[in-house]
């Protein structure tokens, strides 16, 4: 176990006691993720301006649910998983598109399929995709936007997975129930 320490609003820095607040009414809790985060108020900030930006995509529901847990499956990140699968429900996405995003079996669209393979793309490539990957992507209804949005999902889940990673952020309680680890 690390020691980086879960702040609240007592404990944090003078500087992310705001955006803590943001984080209590936005979730109704300080989630573990922002806790950690706190330490910093910069990634804290940096973070939850991302995450509404992600909000405000031109992606739907599904989608946003397919690029954030596609990422967080593909960096096996132990606090995302649960945290997405509890917010994807909250998001009314479909049990089957977060039961195959997290057991990493075919999607229920070809679409959704497409994007998660784009995704997977991009990350594995680090940003080196081929004509070929575009082509696919933009065959399946996607354009331009969409690759760039990609880009930003990626950039916030990098901020979150690696902190987790790092941090070893505690599963929040809501969301142990969807505890989840990487098949081997």
């Known amino acids: 176990m690390t020691d980086f320490p879960l702040h609240d609003k007592d404990t944090a820095p003078e500087k992310s006691r705001p955006l803590l607040d943001n984080s209590l009414k936005a979730f109704g809790l300080i989630p573990g993720l922002h806790a950690v985060m706190a330490e910093a108020p910069g990634i804290l900030e940096g973070y939850q301006q991302l995450h509404q930006l992600v909000l405000d995509s031109s992606f739907d529901n599904d989608e946003k ?6 990422i967080n499956v593909e960096n096996a990140c132990h606090y995302c998983v649960p945290a997405h699968t509890g917010i994807a429900k909250m998001m009314d996405v479909s049990d089957d598109i977060t ?9 229920p669209s070809d679409k959704l399929e ?3 393979t784009f995704t997977l793309a991009v990350m ?3 940003g080196n995709v081929s004509k070929e990957d575009l082509d696919a992507f933009y065959e ?3 354009q331009h936007r969409q690759v760039l949005e990609v880009i930003l999902v990626l950039s916030q889940k990098v901020m979150s997975n690696y902190v987790n990673h790092i941090a070893e952020t505690p599963v929040d309680e809501p969301f142990k129930k969807f505890e989840w680890q990487k098949k081997q």
């Open 65 to 70: 649910a397919v690029v954030w847990q596609t």
């Open 99 to 107: 039961n195959a995003l997290r057991n990493e079996t075919p999607l």
């Open 114 to 116: 497409a994007l998660r």
């Open 124 to 126: 594995r490539k680090h």
């Open 140 to 142: 399946a209804g996607y």
